[in-house]
């Protein structure tokens, strides 16, 4: 039996940093007033800008603040995670000292008397080819093993270089030709329609930091879409500031402006 709960505040894409403080409290302060209003949250992936480890997070004293935010809110909720692209490497140790639970991309769960499919979404990038063979590669636990035996300076600095080379590889894209950029970094409707097919007619992810709700169909196969936001309340100049939660109970699904609440 899937799991089932009447309300749910599920956010995702937060990515925070030490050098995103604004971020960070209001993720502080989000677990302190509105998470516990609802019986469960989920955090659908890249909580973190990036993650090397679970030992890494022990010399760092921003993480262990984030850490302790966790843990007090899941002794008031039900609190699930998803890996993200950014964090596919958040272990047992820290879900263990947070209280969180891991769930499987994608899960499907049972909120408000509605069937969901919820997944970070990154998955869900079918038109970036290099990118999803990327995916595969890094998920191989072997490899992830072999990753974690190297020093922490060796992890860190190889995180680093991925990072530059992903924003490279975008920028030159997106020079180049704007719509392939928009296209590659985007979910494809074949994507979506897989992973509903024979079990739900409604998906929410992130990933994609375009939040919107959208009406969808592939052949004979309709569904509802929701996407989650990014959060960034840090960069002023790059755009307004982003943080938002989308909650669901019985008056049905809407989204949660946290910049105004």
């Known amino acids: ?106 899960s499907k769960l049972e909120i408000a008397g509605h069937d969901y499919v919820l997944c970070h979404g990154d998955g869900l990038c079918t038109a970036d080819v290099g990118y999803q063979a990327f995916r595969s590669l890094v998920r191989k636990p072997w490899l992830q093993r072999l990753f974690l035996l190297m020093p922490l300076d060796w992890r860190r600095g190889i995180a680093n270089h991925l990072r530059s080379q992903s924003a490279q ?22 994507a979506c329609a897989a992973v509903l097919r024979g079990q739900s007619d409604r998906l929410i992810h992130g990933h994609t930091h375009l939040p919107a709700h959208h009406q969808e169909q592939l052949g004979d196969q309709e569904w509802q879409r929701w996407v989650l936001s990014d959060w960034d309340m840090d960069h002023p100049e790059r755009a307004q500031p982003k943080a938002s939660a989308l909650r669901i109970d019985a008056s049905g699904v809407h989204y949660s402006d946290l910049i105004k609440s």
């Open 1 to 106: 039996m899937i799991p089932q709960y009447a309300s749910a505040l599920l956010i995702s894409d937060l990515h925070l940093t030490p050098s995103m403080p604004l971020t960070a409290q209001r993720f502080f302060d989000f677990c302190e007033k509105e998470a516990p209003k609802v019986e469960v949250v989920f955090i659908l992936g890249d909580l973190f800008e990036y993650w090397v480890g679970d030992d890494a997070a022990l010399h760092s004293p921003f993480h262990q603040e984030v850490k302790r935010a966790l843990a007090t809110l899941s002794t008031k909720v039900k609190t699930y995670y998803f890996h993200g692209n950014r964090d596919f490497l958040i272990g047992s140790d820290f879900l263990n000292k947070t209280g969180m639970t891991l769930l499987p991309d994608p």
């Open 169 to 190: 590889q975008y920028q030159h894209t997106q020079q180049q030709s704007p719509a392939l950029a928009q296209i590659k970094t985007n979910v494809t409707l074949a």
